[in-house]
């Protein structure tokens, strides 16, 4: 049997690519560690990759986050998706 956290890694979302979902939304690091429910130093070790020289792995949960808010979804409430304001919704 996989263990399900080496397939999560073969698949996750690299420093790279996280740096560029934020900066296509027109996210300062600080918006997008408020928009995820995350400290501000989060979001820079999930850009640089590592943390204190140790890998940092952007979490699953982090990750399907990240493309729910490219969505234009700010939240879910077990039923019903909450739409990002007009204003901050995803460009076009």
């Not at 049997?1 to 996210?27: C, E, I, V, Y």
Request: proline share 5%; net charge positive; glycine share 8%.
């Amino acid at each position: 049997m996989a263990d399900s956290k080496s397939k999560d890694n073969a698949t996750g979302m690299t420093p790279q690519q996280f740096r560029h979902w934020r900066r296509a939304l027109g996210l300062k690091q600080k918006d997008a560690a408020d928009r995820l429910g995350l400290k501000k130093r989060m979001i820079q070790y999930y850009e640089k990759g590592n943390r204190d020289g140790r890998p940092v792995e952007i979490p699953k949960s982090i990750r399907l986050a990240c493309y729910a808010l490219s969505e234009g979804i700010a939240d879910f409430d077990g039923q019903t998706t909450i739409a990002l304001p007009a204003e901050t919704a995803k460009p076009e």
